[in-house]
C-alpha cells in the first residue's frame, strides 16, 4: 500500500493506494503552520489512514508528499512553502525514520498533474491548470510528469496579456495571474470574506461594475493560460483545478465565453477547438493526493527526477 | 550518407552526412514554385549532392526533407506549404522511386529545432525560435523532437500579448507574430524593398519614429516568445534562428534590452536569468538541412512520430 499527502495551507488530504491504483482509504486533517508542525500533521495524517477500517496490518511501503513551494533536486527538501510557514525543510529526512518507508516531496500542483492524469485514465498528453492563490500548470506526457530544466515548466501565471494589465506581485504588469489568481483579484476587490472569488461573482450576478470587471479578468486569464498550453505545448486536454473551481459551471461558462469570443475572430484558433480540450475537475477530487502516492512510489528518485 | 534538404520559399539548402553526424559535403539551389517544381527541386538538390567532390560512388541511405508547411501522420506528404505554391503534396511518393531510399518530410521549424540541437553539441533541452515570415518555434527535449498531441507545439507566435495591439492575420489581435513576423512587420512598414526588416532598423537607426514603433515592437514580440518558451516549457536554451536573425547582434541587442527590462521590473523574471539563455543561431548554419537528414534517418516512421 502506498500512501500519498496533499499538504496544503489549510488542509491536509491523505489517501492510501493500492497496488492496482486503487484508492483504499482517504482522511483529511487541518495543516499546522510552520516546520515543526508541518511534520506533525505528515505523521498525524499517516497514523489516521493506518486506523482507517481494512487497513489494519496494512504496511505502507512508500509515502509521497505534494506541497505548495518548490522541490529542490533530490525530491526531500521544500523551499518557499510560504502558504505553510516554511522556509526550508527536510520533509523526508524528518518524517522518514518515525514512518518506516521511504518519503518523496513533490510541489503540489505537479502531483495533482499526475493524479488528474490517473484519474482521467486516458493516454496522450495533459496540463492541469491549478486556479488557486496563484496559477500554474503541470504536465504529463504519456504518463509522465513533465518538469523541465530546472523544474519550472508550466509557470504559466507569470506570461503578460496586457502591458496596461494590474501590476502582478511578481513585479511584472499584466500577468495571466495578476487576472486569475484568487489572492490577486481577492486583492483587487478589497472587501472582507471567506471566499472573496465567490463574491465576486455573486457582486457580479448582482450589477456590480467593479465586479464585473474583475469577473471578466478572470476568464479573460484563466482562457489566455489555456490557450499558452496548448500553443506552447500542444495539449490533448487542460484539465482547471485548484481552489477557484469551487466554482464550477460559473467559473467553466466564462472561460467557455472568453474561449468562444477568441476563436470567433480567429480560423486558426478555432481550428485548435480549446474549448473542447477543457475540463473541470470535479469538487473534492483526490488528485492531488492520488498523484503524490504515485510519486512517492517512483524506485529510483534519480530516474524519477530525470523523467518526471 | 544520409541526407537532408531545407526547402526554403527561395532556395533549397541541401546536406551529406556521415553516419558519424559529419557534413560531408553542401550545395544550394533555388526552390521552384508549386508542386511539380519542388518535386524537380529535391530531384535536382540530391543530384547535385552526389556530384559533389568526395562522394563519389557514395549511396545514400535516406533522404529526410525539411518544408514550411503542415506535415501529415506519416510524414510523406505535406499540407498548406503556402510560400512554395503547394497545398497539398506526397513528397515522399514523389520522389522516392527516383531516388531509391526512404523518403521522410518534417516541418522545416522542426527540422531545424533538432539540427540546432545537434550543432549544439550538447545534452538537455532546448527551444528553438525560428523568427522569418511568421514566428514558431520547435522543441528538443534530451535529444528528441517534441511535436505534442497534434503536432502543433512550439505555435507561440499565435500567443496574444496586448490586447490593443496590431491586428494578426489569424485574426487575433496583438500576436506575437504581428509584432515580430517579417511578413507583418513588412506589411506595416508598407514601403518597398527587399529586405524590409532591415530597412526598419536602418529607418529607426536614423531617427524615423515609425520605424522606431516597429522595431521596439519586434523585440518586444521576440523577447515575449522567449519568456512564453522558458515559462512554459522551462527550456535550458532558446536558440534565435530565422531570416531575421540575419541582423545579428542588431536585433539580438534590442531583444537583450527588452528582457533586462522586464527582468529589472521582476525578481521573479530576473531569477530565470533569460539574457543567459538565448543565443543566436550563425549565419549560413546548415541546421535545418541537418536536421532534415536526422529526421529522415529515423529507422521506424511510427517510433519516430510518436517520440519525436
Not at 508550466?154 to 496596461?164: F, L, M, N, Q, T
Given at each position: 500500500m502506498r500512501v500519498g499527502l496533499d499538504v496544503g495551507g489549510t488542509k491536509t488530504d491523505a489517501v492510501a493506494v493500492t497496488p492496482?491504483?486503487?484508492?483504499a482509504a482517504r482522511v483529511r486533517l487541518p495543516t499546522g503552520w510552520g516546520p515543526d508542525a508541518v511534520v506533525q500533521t505528515v505523521l498525524d495524517a499517516v497514523a489516521l489512514l493506518s486506523q482507517e477500517?481494512?487497513?489494519?496490518g496494512a504496511t505502507f511501503s512508500s509515502i509521497g508528499v505534494g506541497i505548495p513551494g518548490q522541490v529542490a533536486p533530490g525530491a526531500t527538501r521544500v523551499l518557499h512553502a510560504l502558504n505553510l510557514g516554511?522556509?526550508?525543510?527536510d520533509l523526508a529526512a524528518a518524517v522518514a525514520p518515525a514512518l518506516g518507508a521511504p518519503v518523496r516531496v513533490e510541489n503540489d500542483v505537479k502531483a495533482a498533474a499526475l493524479g488528474a492524469y490517473a484519474l482521467r485514465g486516458t493516454t496522450g498528453s495533459m496540463a492541469y491548470l491549478n486556479l488557486g492563490t496563484g496559477v500554474a500548470a503541470g504536465f504529463v506526457f504519456d504518463g509522465e510528469l513533465w518538469r523541465g530544466a530546472r523544474g519550472t515548466?508550466?509557470?504559466?501565471?507569470?506570461?503578460?496579456?496586457?502591458?496596461?494589465?494590474p501590476v502582478c506581485k511578481c513585479g511584472q504588469r499584466g500577468c495571466i495571474e495578476a487576472f486569475a489568481g484568487g489572492a490577486a483579484v481577492a486583492e483587487r476587490w478589497g472587501r472582507p470574506g471567506a471566499l472573496p472569488v465567490r463574491d465576486v461573482f455573486d457582486a457580479a450576478d448582482a450589477g456590480d461594475a467593479d465586479a464585473r470587471v474583475l469577473r471578466d479578468g478572470l476568464a479573460r486569464g484563466v482562457a489566455s493560460a489555456v490557450r499558452v498550453l496548448v500553443l506552447a505545448a500542444d495539449v490533448d486536454v487542460v484539465v482547471l483545478g485548484g481552489g477557484?473551481?469551487?466554482?464550477g459551471d460559473r467559473l467553466l461558462g466564462d472561460v467557455r465565453t472568453a474561449l468562444a469570443a477568441s476563436a470567433s475572430d480567429s480560423t486558426f484558433l478555432r481550428s485548435l477547438r480549446l474549448d473542447d480540450r477543457i475540463e473541470l475537475l470535479p469538487a473534492g477530487s483526490p488528485a492531488a493526493a492520488l498523484g503524490a502516492a504515485l510519486v512517492g512510489a517512483s524506485h529510483d528518485p534519480l530516474e524519477a527526477l530525470a523523467h518526471g
Open positions: 492496482a491504483g486503487e484508492i477500517p481494512g487497513l489494519a516554511v522556509d526550508e525543510l515548466a508550466g509557470e504559466v501565471g507569470h506570461v503578460s496579456i496586457d502591458p496596461r494589465g477557484l473551481t469551487a466554482l
